[in-house]
């Protein structure tokens, strides 16, 4: 998802679940997929509503997912770039990181690296 898709507030939070009539309590089990590690507290709700909490980027991916699933929008895919022909199966088995420099994601080819290619290494070589 690009962030234009996240660009939810606090106010959109509480419209959102007004309009389902859920309790605050509710919207963090809803957003946690009734699995109870995963939940939000109705506490932690209500702060991110009344904007003493600032939305965290999980909550706001968690937040347009349930947004998605009950209204029945459309999730956007991610964009994946590779080079070569793009397999029918795909596995990323590493981790996800954010390349400083450029603000990409990428997985590293080895686990302690920084930047998504050689472009943005030099970059930072020669600053």
């Not at 968690?62 to 590779?82: D, P």
Request: charged content about 30%; proline content about 3%; overall charge positive.
């Amino acid at each position: 998802m690009t962030k234009k898709d996240f660009r939810f507030t606090a106010r959109d939070v509480r419209a959102f679940r007004k309009a389902q009539g859920w309790s605050a309590a509710r919207l963090g089990v809803e957003l946690g997929n009734g699995i109870e590690s995963a939940q939000y507290s109705r506490s932690y709700v209500k702060h991110i509503e009344g904007g003493s909490l600032p939305l965290s980027r999980f909550f706001r991916e968690r937040f347009a997912t349930l947004r998605a699933r009950v209204i029945g929008e459309q999730v956007h895919a991610r964009q994946v770039l590779m080079r070569g022909r793009f397999p029918k199966r795909l596995v990323i088995a590493g981790k996800v990181k954010r390349c400083p420099v450029c603000g990409w994601h990428f997985v590293g080819a080895v686990p302690n690296q920084k930047y998504c290619g050689d472009k943005c290494a030099r970059q930072v070589r020669r600053a």
